[in-house]
């Protein structure tokens, strides 16, 4: 079962990008990276979801190393909507039950 | 993405009754979950819902107390039996439409369950 790693918490200002890093020492081979984002008071939203190198799409992008020990998620120009807890998940191939959600980090942006 | 409609949003229930969560997706759909969350913490998945088997359960979780039905393609129930204050939580159904835990899931916006 690969672990995952966040920091807890983060501050930032709109108009910066940030960045959340997210260990997994023991991902395994066929392991996918996923990244959730939840709102108070909702279930929580994909964000996106990578294998290896540098995945993008309209709201993030997701930084891969060679070895996979870790994966950044890059969020461009915050806005005070952003504020959410993000989830950072490591899936094995025997399926969904191997997947856990860790603590996640919460994002706070100040105007 | 499936869009998924939870009933209902939140009950307030009275300990020793019995509540019966919906989830409906708009489309059909592989895999069903459903997952606990306690305010202020992460989600705990509670059993794995695949139509025309029984559901798969987690550990510390047990079908007596919470009983889930998978008829369809598109519907699932979890049944939150003889409740009690512990039970107080917000549960969760997300959908995937894959087997090998590497398509996202996506997520109703839950029930918020209190018991008194």
């Known amino acids: 079962l690969a672990k995952t790693t966040q920091p807890i918490s983060m501050d930032s200002y709109e108009g910066q990008e940030v960045n959340i890093t997210c260990s997994h020492n023991?991902?395994?081979?066929?392991?996918?990276i996923t990244w959730y984002q939840q709102f108070p008071s909702q279930g929580p939203r994909f964000i996106i979801q990578?294998?290896?190198t540098k995945v993008t799409n309209e709201v993030a992008s997701l930084f891969i190393p060679a070895d996979r020990k870790s994966s950044t998620l890059s969020l461009p120009r915050v806005s005070l909507s952003d504020t959410a807890v993000y989830y950072c998940?490591?899936?094995?191939?025997?399926?969904?039950?191997?997947?856990?959600f860790g603590k996640g980090t919460m994002l706070l942006v100040s105007p | 993405s499936a869009v998924i409609s939870q009933k209902p949003s939140r009950d307030i229930c009275q300990r020793g009754t019995s509540l019966t969560i919906q989830c409906q997706v708009d489309?059909?759909?592989?895999?069903m979950f459903w997952y606990r969350q306690q305010p202020g913490q992460s989600l705990t998945l509670i059993a794995t819902?695949?139509?025309?088997?029984?559901?798969?359960?987690e550990s510390g979780f047990v079908i007596d107390k919470f009983p889930i039905s998978r008829p369809n393609l598109t519907f699932s129930t979890l049944t939150v039996s003889n409740m009690s204050p512990e039970d107080s939580s917000i549960y969760l159904c997300?959908?995937?439409?894959?087997?090998?835990?590497?398509?996202?899931?996506?997520f109703g916006d839950g029930t918020r369950l209190s018991i008194l």
């Open positions: 998940l490591v899936g094995l191939n025997s399926g969904y039950s191997t997947l856990t």
């Open positions: 023991n991902i395994a081979t066929n392991d996918y």
């Open positions: 997300s959908v995937a439409d894959g087997l090998l835990g590497n398509q996202p899931q996506h």
């Open positions: 819902a695949n139509q025309g088997s029984e559901a798969t359960y």
């Open positions: 489309s059909q759909v592989t895999m």
């Open positions: 990578g294998y290896k």
